[in-house]
Protein backbone atom coordinates (compact mmCIF):
# COMPACT_ATOMS: atom_id res chain seq x y z
CA UNK A 1 0.00 0.00 0.00
CA UNK A 2 1.30 3.35 -0.94
CA UNK A 3 0.30 6.55 0.61
CA UNK A 4 0.72 10.08 -0.51
CA UNK A 5 0.71 13.14 2.33
CA UNK A 6 1.02 17.03 1.38
CA UNK A 7 1.28 19.87 3.48
CA UNK A 8 2.36 23.61 3.08
CA UNK A 9 -0.83 24.83 1.50
CA UNK A 10 -2.74 27.69 3.36
CA UNK A 11 -3.68 31.32 3.29
CA UNK A 12 -1.00 34.21 1.98
CA UNK A 13 -1.24 37.58 0.84
CA UNK A 14 -0.70 37.87 -2.96
CA UNK A 15 3.10 38.43 -3.88
CA UNK A 16 3.62 35.93 -1.19
CA UNK A 17 5.22 32.47 -1.17
CA UNK A 18 4.38 29.02 -0.05
CA UNK A 19 6.56 25.76 -0.47
CA UNK A 20 4.31 22.62 -0.67
CA UNK A 21 6.04 18.67 -0.32
CA UNK A 22 4.50 15.54 -0.99
CA UNK A 23 5.94 12.57 0.43
CA UNK A 24 5.07 8.74 -0.24
CA UNK A 25 5.50 6.22 1.91
CA UNK A 26 4.61 2.24 2.07
CA UNK A 27 5.54 -0.20 -0.60
CA UNK A 28 7.91 1.52 -2.98
CA UNK A 29 10.78 0.35 -4.98
CA UNK A 30 11.33 2.60 -7.35
CA UNK A 31 9.57 6.18 -8.07
CA UNK A 32 9.06 7.66 -12.17
CA UNK A 33 7.81 10.69 -12.68
CA UNK A 34 6.24 13.36 -9.97
CA UNK A 35 4.05 16.20 -10.60
CA UNK A 36 1.93 18.98 -8.96
CA UNK A 37 -1.83 19.61 -10.36
CA UNK A 38 -4.50 22.05 -9.17
CA UNK A 39 -8.42 22.25 -9.35
CA UNK A 40 -9.86 25.64 -8.79
CA UNK A 41 -13.60 25.79 -8.29
CA UNK A 42 -15.87 25.40 -10.84
CA UNK A 43 -12.56 24.34 -13.41
CA UNK A 44 -10.94 21.15 -14.28
CA UNK A 45 -7.77 19.54 -12.73
CA UNK A 46 -4.67 20.98 -14.87
CA UNK A 47 -1.11 20.06 -14.63
CA UNK A 48 1.25 23.10 -12.58
CA UNK A 49 4.64 21.32 -13.12
CA UNK A 50 5.93 17.74 -13.87
CA UNK A 51 9.56 16.29 -12.81
CA UNK A 52 10.91 12.79 -14.18
CA UNK A 53 13.27 10.43 -12.80
CA UNK A 54 16.47 12.42 -14.24
CA UNK A 55 15.16 15.52 -12.96
CA UNK A 56 14.32 16.96 -16.15
CA UNK A 57 11.10 19.96 -15.95
CA UNK A 58 8.01 21.39 -17.53
CA UNK A 59 5.64 24.00 -16.13
CA UNK A 60 2.31 25.46 -17.10
CA UNK A 61 2.72 28.83 -18.69
CA UNK A 62 0.99 30.47 -16.19
CA UNK A 63 3.39 29.41 -13.41
CA UNK A 64 6.53 29.94 -15.46
CA UNK A 65 8.99 31.60 -13.89
CA UNK A 66 7.38 32.02 -10.65
CA UNK A 67 6.79 27.96 -9.50
CA UNK A 68 10.11 25.84 -9.11
CA UNK A 69 9.09 22.08 -8.79
CA UNK A 70 11.75 19.53 -7.13
CA UNK A 71 12.91 16.14 -5.76
CA UNK A 72 14.47 14.60 -2.91
CA UNK A 73 14.55 10.78 -4.11
CA UNK A 74 15.82 9.79 -0.91
CA UNK A 75 12.90 10.61 0.59
CA UNK A 76 10.65 9.69 -1.66
CA UNK A 77 9.20 13.79 -1.61
CA UNK A 78 8.39 16.38 -4.29
CA UNK A 79 8.67 19.88 -3.46
CA UNK A 80 6.51 22.90 -5.17
CA UNK A 81 7.94 26.65 -4.00
CA UNK A 82 5.85 29.02 -5.22
CA UNK A 83 6.54 32.61 -5.72
CA UNK A 84 4.98 36.09 -6.51
CA UNK A 85 1.72 33.71 -5.90
CA UNK A 86 -1.44 35.38 -7.46
CA UNK A 87 -5.25 35.34 -6.63
CA UNK A 88 -5.72 33.20 -9.20
CA UNK A 89 -3.45 30.52 -8.45
CA UNK A 90 -6.08 29.75 -5.60
CA UNK A 91 -6.80 26.02 -5.29
CA UNK A 92 -6.76 22.63 -4.40
CA UNK A 93 -2.82 22.02 -5.03
CA UNK A 94 -2.50 17.79 -5.56
CA UNK A 95 0.31 15.66 -5.85
CA UNK A 96 0.92 12.52 -7.91
CA UNK A 97 3.69 10.15 -8.16
CA UNK A 98 3.93 6.79 -10.27
CA UNK A 99 5.16 4.28 -8.23
CA UNK A 100 6.94 1.06 -8.71
CA UNK A 101 6.02 -1.13 -5.70
CA UNK A 102 7.83 -4.49 -6.07
CA UNK A 103 11.13 -5.29 -8.83
CA UNK A 104 9.36 -5.81 -11.99
CA UNK A 105 6.04 -4.86 -11.38
CA UNK A 106 4.15 -1.78 -13.58
CA UNK A 107 4.24 1.23 -12.36
CA UNK A 108 0.93 2.83 -11.34
CA UNK A 109 0.08 6.37 -10.49
CA UNK A 110 -0.86 7.98 -6.76
CA UNK A 111 -2.56 10.85 -6.00
CA UNK A 112 -2.28 12.78 -2.54
CA UNK A 113 -5.12 14.06 -0.84
CA UNK A 114 -4.94 17.66 -2.05
CA UNK A 115 -3.66 21.02 0.29
CA UNK A 116 -5.50 24.04 0.05
CA UNK A 117 -3.66 27.43 -1.46
CA UNK A 118 -5.57 30.38 -1.17
CA UNK A 119 -4.20 33.50 -2.15
CA UNK A 120 -5.83 36.94 -0.79
CA UNK A 121 -5.57 39.98 0.72
Known amino acids: QVQLVESGGGLVQPGGSLRLSCVASGSIFSINAMGWYRQAPGKQREVVAT???????NYAGSVKGRFTISRDNAKNTVYLQMNSLKPEDTAVYYC???????????????WGQGTQVTVSS
Open 51 to 57: ITSGGST
Open 96 to 110: RQVIQTRRGDPFYQY
